[in-house]
């Protein structure tokens, strides 16, 4: 079975520190995508980051950067210079190709406080 | 110039009931689906559409309808609603050249009573 696990349900971090939020998956292919999704309150579901498995370089979108273990099957999602605007639920995803459909996996999410 | 928007917002209705939740894209996607996040915030897919045919039906309830009128457009049927529907459901699409990236709309909250 194919699974994403994001074993942070909550995190807080202090206005302009960085945090890392952690997501492990599980799957037998070889050729996947993994994704970090924002939700903030609004509860628009907001792409963060977008990684190819096949690419060993780690995804950045300015302040966000991933960190691509394929061995371990991690992927974590680190976050610098956090902004109020920070403060979501942030979900890791995973999809597969299997069959020509695409599917995507979202793990439970991690609450992400932002304090100032 | 939104680009998956879906109506209602917010539907509250009663057990039993029959209603419906609009989806449509203006972003040229022919890949067009349903999730369902409940109240533990996890999401799930329900439904797949590419180019107005099913191609991703998870294990839901015939309750629940599906219907692609044209690729702009997932529209999403229930029938006898039961207090365990109530969720977010959210629309999503993907574009044929990047098929992996999915555009959410702004999601349903369902109120069963």
């Known amino acids: 079975a194919q699974t994403v696990t994001q074993s942070q349900p909550e995190m807080s971090v202090q206005e302009a520190e960085t945090v890392t939020l952690s997501c492990t998956y599980d799957t037998s292919e070889n050729n996947y995508y993994l994704f970090w999704y924002k939700q903030p309150p609004s509860r628009q579901m907001i792409l963060v980051i977008r990684q190819e498995a096949y690419k060993q370089q780690n995804a950045t979108e300015n302040r966000f950067s991933v960190n691509f273990q394929k061995a371990a099957k991690s992927f974590s999602l680190k976050i610098s210079d956090s902004q109020l605007g920070d403060t979501a639920m942030y979900f890791c995803?995973?999809?597969?190709?299997?069959?020509?459909?695409?599917?995507?996996?979202f793990g439970t999410g991690t609450r992400l406080k932002v304090l100032a | 110039d939104t680009a998956v928007s879906q109506t209602p917002k917010y539907l509250v209705t009663q057990m039993g009931n029959d209603k419906s939740i609009k989806c449509e894209q203006n972003l040229g996607h022919d890949t067009m689906y349903w999730y369902k996040q409940d109240s533990k915030k996890f999401l799930k897919i329900m439904f797949s559409?590419?180019?107005?045919?099913?191609?991703i039906n998870e294990t839901v309830p015939n309750r629940f309808s599906p219907k692609s009128p044209d690729k702009a457009h997932l529209n999403l049927h229930i029938n006898s609603l039961e207090l365990g529907d109530s969720a977010v459901y959210f629309c999503?699409?993907?574009?044929?050249?990047?098929?992996?990236?999915?555009?959410f709309g702004p999601g349903t909250r369902l109120t069963v009573l």
């Open positions: 995803a995973f999809i597969t190709t299997t069959s020509g459909t695409y599917k995507y996996i």
């Open positions: 559409y590419n180019n107005k045919e099913l191609i």
């Open positions: 999503a699409s993907s574009p044929p050249t990047l098929r992996d990236t999915q555009y």
